[in-house]
């Protein structure tokens, strides 16, 4: 989305933007705060959806000035995008999960790109255990304080069951399966587990769709 803006994939997150209006009340819509995107395998692609979506947020706001985004790798195991923006061997959501929020724990996530992001950070003997607790509530909650919107990249459903802690605390869930490469029935147990988290509102992603595949 930085670099190629007007390319067919962007274009496609765009639609995805709007699609995801939500109804607000007293017939009102605006686009839900926290987003988590996790995926069935991590072929998926959601790393990919996350951060692009992050990024157009950021660049086109309802009055077109942008958005205040915030980008979490919470793929703890991971880490691809805390690799790709070169932050492997910095501090961040592992630490706030062993350690606990200071006053500034966010004022470390500023990139080249339009977004803040936090990364994985290195995870401790007890990260995980805190990750299924009050504390990843505390984080998310916040966040929201500070940002207009959180995207946040989860590990595959394969690989562990944290996607199901944040999607119980996201105003949207997306789900993004590989077009003719995530097998169905483990794209099925995963949407019907999601499915069972307080996740307000879930959407699947197809990804890799060729022009072929839609005649």
Same mark, same amino acid.
């Given at each position: ?23 607000s ?10 987003i988590?995107?996790c ?10 959806i ?51 929020? =200071?006053?500034?724990?966010?004022? %470390? @996530? *500023? #990139? ?5 992001? $936090? ?20 984080i998310?909650r ?21 996607a ?25 147990? =995963?949407?019907?587990?999601?499915? %069972? @988290? *307080? #996740?307000k509102?879930?959407?699947?992603? $197809? ?8 005649k």
């Open positions: 989305a930085e670099h190629y803006p007007m390319s067919a994939v962007v274009e496609n997150l765009r639609g995805l933007r709007s699609a995801l209006l939500v109804n009340g007293a017939g009102h819509e605006a686009q839900p705060q926290v988590v995107v995926g069935p395998d991590r072929k998926s692609g959601k790393s990919l996350a951060s692009n979506l992050a990024i157009l947020y950021a660049k086109t706001g309802s009055n077109g000035s942008g958005r205040h985004v915030l980008l979490i790798d919470a793929d703890l195991r991971n880490r691809s995008l805390t690799q790709a923006f070169g932050m492997a061997d910095q501090a961040g959501l592992s630490e706030l999960l062993s350690n606990g929020l =200071t006053a500034n724990c966010f004022d %470390r @996530t *500023e #990139t080249a790109l339009p977004v803040d992001f $936090l990364p994985a950070g290195t995870p401790q003997p007890d990260t995980f255990e805190k990750l299924d607790s009050a504390r990843t509530a505390q998310l916040e966040a929201r304080k500070k940002y207009q919107v959180i995207v946040v990249d989860t590990p595959a459903i394969s690989d562990a069951a944290d199901f802690v944040f999607a119980g605390l996201a105003d949207v869930t997306l789900t993004v399966a590989r077009n003719r490469k995530t097998p169905k029935g483990r794209l099925i147990r =995963t949407i019907s587990a999601l499915a %069972r @988290t *307080e #996740t509102k879930l959407h699947l992603i $197809l990804n890799s769709v060729e022009e072929a595949d839609l």
